[in-house]
């Protein structure tokens, strides 16, 4: 109970002793005042809550995460009376607006109060930003009621692309990359007709797409370095804040981890699921890339089969080139299938997004990395 509400309360006990026992008109007087002054406060909460006026502006509605996005917000008493207490509060879960601490005002008659400020996103998707709800408090702050915008601000926020220097399961790899790529014969840009026999790795998917029949790459026989990558788009959570920065932890380290191979100019194949069906990039230059980047920057995390099962379908049926760098969630059966991988002979290197009590077992420290909520994913994988 607020200081006015104890002082109210102590003021319609002393009235009813008053008129109990002494009566008279001052003790009536008091008394009626004790129980008419919640009904004025309570009509002067309906009021107000019917008459202020509150607006929002948001310069951008696709912002990279981290960006700084322009926002404004304004609060308005267009009345002869004053707003005795307007408290604005903000969604905070998944982004926050700089200077901005939430405190209630009061705004004199035909007061206007604007607020110039940024919006910044903490996690890629698609979310609510900006004013969450409003709370009116009446002149007495005895009651209150809240105002949630009919409309409220959504935004499309798109994950970073970090720039690495480095990448920490790189030095366990070089010599395994260079040993594929002088073990294999390596395709160049040509391509020819599907053969019965042709290896499914081979299959060139683009001119495929184009063509509508099965193209395959022609060799020169001159070694070319690969690498592929395979990650999960299954459901991590069903806490929305956990399930929102796990998927984005995932998808910027493969982002960041793509870009730096095509740097290095060694190509990256790439592999994720999209409603069960196996969907595939190749990446040799900037272009691809940036193609890439728009594939993967909207995609939603549904995983309509299980991450595990799915690696085996893409290990055994597309065949991915060089070292494969596995991005996934903790999946009790994963151990099994990346030494069934590795007994197939490929050359599996797993980074894992997990939550800091998780326990990984089973999966060689040599060749894992894990990556725990609330950890900056360029301190990790450099």
Partial sequence: MTVFGVIWSILLIAATVFVSFYGGTLSYVLFYTALI?????????????????????????????????????????????????????????????????????????????????????????????????????????????????????????????????????????????????????????????????????????????????????????????????????????KKPAERLEAEDKLIEAVIAVANYFVSKMITVNVFWQEEGDIKAAVISDRREFESFYSAVAELGFTGAVAFPEFLERVLQGVAPVGVTYIFSFPHETLPEKIKAAESLGYTPETVIVKKSTDVITGIGETSLLTINLGEQIEHVIK
Wanted: glycine share 6%; proline share 5%; aromatic share 12%.
């Fill in 37 to 237: 002054v919640p009904l004025v406060a309570f009509v002067y909460l309906l009021y107000v809550f019917r008459r202020f006026k509150v607006s929002q502006n948001l310069t951008s509605h696709h912002v990279v995460k981290g960006a700084a996005v322009p926002y404004s917000y304004s609060v308005a008493n267009h009345d002869i009376i004053p707003y005795a207490g307007v408290k604005v509060a903000f969604f905070d879960d998944y982004s926050y607006i700089s200077g901005e601490d939430g405190g209630e005002e009061c705004l004199l008659p035909g007061e206007k109060r604007q607020r110039d400020s940024e919006l910044f996103c903490l996690y890629k998707g698609e979310y609510k930003v900006g004013i969450r709800k409003v709370t009116i408090t009446d002149f007495l702050s005895m009651f209150r009621l809240s105002y949630k915008l009919p409309r409220p601000l959504k935004i499309k926020v798109y994950p970073r692309v970090i720039e690495l220097d480095s990448f920490s399961l790189e030095d366990d790899t070089a010599g395994k990359r260079e040993n594929a790529a002088n073990t294999n014969d390596i395709p160049d840009a040509l391509v020819r007709d599907y053969v019965n026999g042709d290896p499914i790795k081979r299959i060139h998917w683009k001119a495929t797409a184009r063509s509508g029949k099965l193209m395959t790459r022609k060799y020169t026989g001159e070694p070319k370095e690969e690498i592929s990558i395979v990650f999960d788009t299954g459901l991590f959570s």
